[in-house]
């Protein structure tokens, strides 16, 4: 047996790099994306507490979301404004996650037969097939509450509150949202961290350690408050 | 002790590899992992069967040539590199899977021993800084605070062995480029090259092949020096730097 001459896929110096075409770009839109969706369903987490105020609390809440801003701004124009940029953000945020998955799955064409994980979060290692599953979950959510206004129980449509007490009084469409909330919780726990490491803020093992509870503490308000509302509809104490 | 061993073979580099199982008795705990290794192609060798490739050079860990995967695990169970592991780390009837580092761009050359001449070519695009030579300029004439010069001190001790990229589920080179970046980005010295280098590195590091970072970790727990994740934010810091000054 001879061995043939080392052969390398890219034996080459590359010549004028860009910093604004390189994968840390990438990163870098995914963390600014990110973190416009962490601002939006805080807020929007806040919102859904409402409900915890009764009926007229809650749509009265819905209907001042669109009326923000009158006369400045025409109906729904701050909804509509907030929605654009939510639009472009998950563009920019689903294209380069999807960017960044390629380049790994070539990365390693041959795979390990034995690899393990060391030190990795279970969040960590899920965040593709998390982001996937709050891509689905939120096609659905918007079906169901905003575009669509499909009430899965049959009832009237035109009433935000009661349509929400109708979809969560289902127990399986409560499980639903649940699931997604537990995906949306792991993919915050990992994705804060990683957001505030791509933007290059966690140079120090202090600064590491907060970055992670940060995590943390967005991950279980925010799933944890989302879930608080179907599953207090569940259990009677949210009711029509 | 005895050991069933399954080790990656392969000819060279064209060549399709498989997974081969050896029987190996009488290993000493006081072996180093390579030495049990030298054993077994000892063995091989008075068979006539054609020894295991795999790299090695200083046998101390210091230079950063040897390197496996052994049980998934890059370098093994403990932390330091695969030539000061020692098979008291393992027990009498251990069954042993021993892969090269996985990433395309580290090719397999032979068996265990891969290409990491895309290491070299980062290097060459900016782990370095320019000074005249032939007339050293006197050493205290450029002060370096403490906690600057002991950050750049410690990530120097990245020996490039390439284990970050082989536990990476991403392939990404981070921790190894972030090393380099923040050793010479702390000193005065590494000033003047700084947005260049970190612009034409990760151009070069995209160039081949190598996969983005997502913040996992992996690395950091595999690296025999242990060089800790703060030089990846430093490296995203420099980056973005970079960015603003409009390279
Ligand atoms: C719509 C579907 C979504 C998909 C397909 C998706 C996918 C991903 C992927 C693949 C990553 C990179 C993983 C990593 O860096 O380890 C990521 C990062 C991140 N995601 Fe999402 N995601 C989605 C929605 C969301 C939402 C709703 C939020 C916030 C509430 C969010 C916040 C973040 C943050 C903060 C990061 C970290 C960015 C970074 O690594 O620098 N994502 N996402
Ligand atoms: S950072 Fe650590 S694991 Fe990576 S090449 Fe350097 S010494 Fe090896
Ligand atoms: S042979 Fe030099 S570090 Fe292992």
């Known amino acids: ?240 | 002790m005895k050991l069933t061993l399954n080790i990656w073979r392969q000819a060279d580099a064209a060549a399709t590899g498989e997974m081969r199982t050896y029987a190996l008795d009488g290993v000493s705990e006081d072996m180093s992992f390579l030495e049990m290794l030298d054993v077994l192609n000892e063995q091989l060798n008075a068979k006539g069967e054609e020894p295991i490739a795999f790299d090695s050079d200083c046998r101390e860990g210091i230079c950063g040539t040897c390197g496996l995967m052994i049980n998934g695990q890059a370098h093994g169970p403990e932390v330091t590199t695969t030539c000061q592991l020692h098979m008291r780390s393992f027990k009498d009837g251990d069954e042993i899977t021993i892969e090269p580092w996985r990433a395309d761009a580290f090719p397999v050359v032979k068996d265990l021993v891969v290409d990491r001449g895309a290491f070299d070519r980062i290097i060459q695009q900016g782990g370095f800084i320019s000074a005249n030579t032939g007339s050293a300029p006197e050493a205290n004439s450029v002060p370096v605070p403490r906690d600057k010069a002991l950050r750049s001190f410690n990530m120097a001790t990245c020996i490039g062995c390439g284990a970050c990229v082989a536990a990476c589920p991403n392939g990404s080179a981070s921790l190894f480029m972030g090393a380099k970046i923040t050793h010479l980005g702390e000193l005065p010295q590494g000033q003047p090259e700084r947005d260049q280098r970190v612009v034409n590195m990760v151009g070069q590091h995209d160039h081949e092949g190598f996969g983005g970072c997502t913040n996992i970790g992996e690395c950091a727990a595999a690296c025999p020096k242990e060089i800790p994740l703060d030089v990846i934010s430093q490296l995203n810091k420099d980056l973005r730097t970079a960015l603003k000054h409009g390279h």
Do not use: C
Request: charged share 10%.
């Open chain 1, 1 to 240: 047996m001879t061995p043939v001459a080392t052969h390398t896929s890219a034996p080459t110096l590359v010549k004028g790099s860009r910093a604004a075409r390189s994968t840390i770009t990438l990163k870098i839109l995914m963390a600014a994306s990110g973190i416009v969706f962490i601002g939006f369903v805080l807020v929007h987490m806040y919102g859904n507490l409402k409900a915890f105020a009764g009926h007229d609390a809650f749509n009265e809440y819905a209907h001042h979301l669109r009326t923000f801003g009158e006369p400045i701004l025409p109906y729904e124009g701050l909804l509509w404004i907030v929605r654009v940029g939510l639009i472009a953000a998950l563009v920019v945020h689903v294209a380069s996650a999807y960017a960044l998955a390629r380049r790994a799955s070539t990365a390693r064409t041959q795979k390990y037969a034995v690899k393990k994980n060391r030190s990795s979060s279970l969040s960590s290692r899920t965040m593709r097939w998390g982001g996937v599953t709050i891509l689905v979950f939120l096609v659905w959510h918007l079906l169901n509450f905003t575009i669509g206004k499909i009430n899965p129980s049959g009832g009237a449509t035109n009433d935000p509150y009661n349509l929400m007490v109708d979809t969560f009084d289902l127990w399986w469409m409560t499980i639903i949202y649940l699931v997604a909330m537990l995906a949306l919780g792991l993919h915050l726990h990992h994705g804060t961290w990683s957001a505030l490491q791509t933007l290059g803020l966690t140079g120090t093992a202090a600064a590491r350690t907060r970055a992670k509870t940060a995590g943390w503490v967005l991950a279980v308000v925010i799933a944890g408050g989302f879930s608080l509302v179907p599953l207090f509809v569940l259990l009677g104490v949210i009711s029509k």
